[in-house]
């Protein structure tokens, strides 16, 4: 191979990664606006929403809220207050200890005085795990149900939730989450709004780093004090908050977080429950649920809330947090690989033909393109393939792009919700989208490419160590404690 064929061929690929990642921001570009279409539209709304007539209301569906928890007791007590004391109607709260190591299950039974009860499990959705004990609050045994399992993992302790849920609507909920007082309504509200079609609805997840939480509740919002976790705060505004809402309007959505979604019961027991040989499960089970509806030719919605929001704990060490990006990369690389008969399928309509094979081009392999960029596009400036000038202008389309828009994300939040009311805190929200392009794009890029290909090879998927500092005291100083060991 001549020289020139050489140069030619990286000429042709760095041209081509240039295009991509026109069309990677550009795409993001289209969701914030949507999004941004969206919040206008729901802001206009909210006074005349009726959440007062829907909490006073005895035709609100009630909702078993499921909260899977392993290791979890630093903020176990916090969490699990803030969801006793939600405003709704009727619901429960059911918490699945998945044989924990510490002293989760010792710190619930202390704080809400937890009674053994004789109570069979039902199967209706398959578990995997053996059932210990289940115990309810001894003042309040209708809200609050602690299940005691053998460990099986995230996937299998929500099926045993799901199994003990009384109610038709479930929402499942991480065990590091606090939630806004009003949460469940928002999130419910779309189910008595068009109970016929709506299947599934998921809610907003902000970081809970930094803030001040008193008796399970977000009293003072601040951004971290860490940039590393500043940087994530605003992906999850990118990502989690406008790319979802806009893949919501498109009618798109794929992805409902497990941390915070509400699910019609009996679709979730039709379809067999939570899948338990995914990592991504949450994830899987919306892309299932899609899968069995459209095969059933059925009219229905799986949308997107953007308030009131479920508030999580972010990782604060990139040790962690490596661990968590290979995780949900894998888990993405899992489920395509599992539904790929319903990729570019028009019987899917816009879910097979528009969603998943954006995620397929845009979210599996831009890690991929990522890297390579960062070796071909320094090779072909030595080998004379392209010049200084290209180089800036594939500069500026990937990360200056990228930064307009992590800043428009920002602004229309800003706009929107106010949810940071410092304006130091939006300052620090700028500089994080800036130094988000010096580093942490590259290592996340790593990270994921190794999650993928360990989805690729079939090596085992491991949970790792989550440090958590609880949420009692907002400051992230606190000493850290080992949780979340190999689910």
């Known amino acids: ?130 059932v210990l004990s289940v115990h309810v609050a001894r003042a309040n045994p209708e809200t609050l149900t602690v299940v005691r399992k053998t460990n099986g993992g995230k996937a299998d302790a929500l099926n045993v939730g799901i199994n003990l849920a009384r109610h038709p609507l479930i929402c499942m909920v991480d065990a590091d989450s606090v939630l806004d007082p009003d949460a469940l309504l928002s999130v419910a509200k779309p189910f008595g709004d068009d109970p016929l079609r709506v299947a599934a609805c998921g809610g907003v997840v902000r970081i809970a780093n930094g803030c001040k939480v008193v008796g399970g509740r977000v009293v003072d919002v601040r951004m971290p004090r860490q940039w590393l976790v500043r940087i994530q705060v605003v ?155 290209f180089v800036w202008r594939f500069v500026l389309v990937a990360y200056g792009y990228g930064l307009l828009v992590s800043l428009a994300a920002l602004f229309i939040e800003e706009v929107s919700f106010h949810r940071y009311p410092r304006w130091g805190d939006l300052v620090r929200g700028v500089l994080a989208a800036i130094l988000e392009n010096f580093g942490y794009r590259q290592i996340l890029a790593v990270w994921q490419v190794r999650g993928a290909l360990g989805a690729l090879h079939g090596r085992r998927a491991e949970w790792g160590v989550m440090h958590r500092t609880g949420f009692d005291t907002g400051r992230e100083s606190a000493e850290p404690v080992s949780v979340g060991v190999d689910r």
């Open 235 to 389: 992906e999850y505004l990118r990502a989690f908050l406008m790319g979802r809402t806009g893949w919501s309007r498109l009618g798109g959505l794929v992805v409902i977080s497990g941390a915070f979604g509400v699910f019609r019961r009996d679709l979730v027991v039709e379809i067999g429950g939570m899948a338990t040989d995914t990592i991504g499960e949450d994830a899987e089970l919306v892309v299932r649920l899609h899968h069995h509806l459209r095969r059933r030719r059925q009219d229905y919605r799986v949308i997107f809330v953007a308030e009131p929001v479920s508030w999580s704990e972010a990782p604060s060490s990139l040790r962690v947090l490596g661990r968590q990006r290979r995780r949900w990369h894998r888990g993405i690389a899992e489920i395509l690989r599992k539904h790929r008969g319903m990729i570019a399928n028009p019987r899917y309509g816009r879910i097979g033909l528009i969603a998943l094979p954006y995620y397929v081009v845009f979210e599996l392999l831009a890690p991929f393109v990522e890297l390579a960029a960062l070796v071909l596009l320094p090779l072909g400036l030595w080998v004379g393939a392209v010049d200084l000038a």
């Open 1 to 130: 191979m001549t020289a020139e064929v050489i140069r030619d061929i990286l000429r042709y690929t760095d041209v081509t990664i240039f295009v991509y990642f026109i069309a990677l921001n550009s795409s993001y570009l289209v969701l914030i606006v949507l999004a941004g279409l969206e919040f206008g539209r729901h802001l206009r709304r909210a006074p005349f929403a009726g959440a007062d007539d829907m909490f006073r209301s005895p035709l609100t569906l009630p909702v078993s809220v499921i909260v899977p928890a392993y290791n979890e007791g630093p903020g176990i007590v916090a969490a699990v207050t803030a969801m006793t004391a939600l405003r709704y109607p009727r619901y429960e709260v059911v918490v699945v200890d998945d044989g924990s190591g510490d002293d989760t299950f010792e710190r619930l039974r202390a704080e809400f005085d937890l009674v053994e009860v004789p109570r069979v499990v039902p199967g209706e959705v398959p578990y995997h795990s053996r």
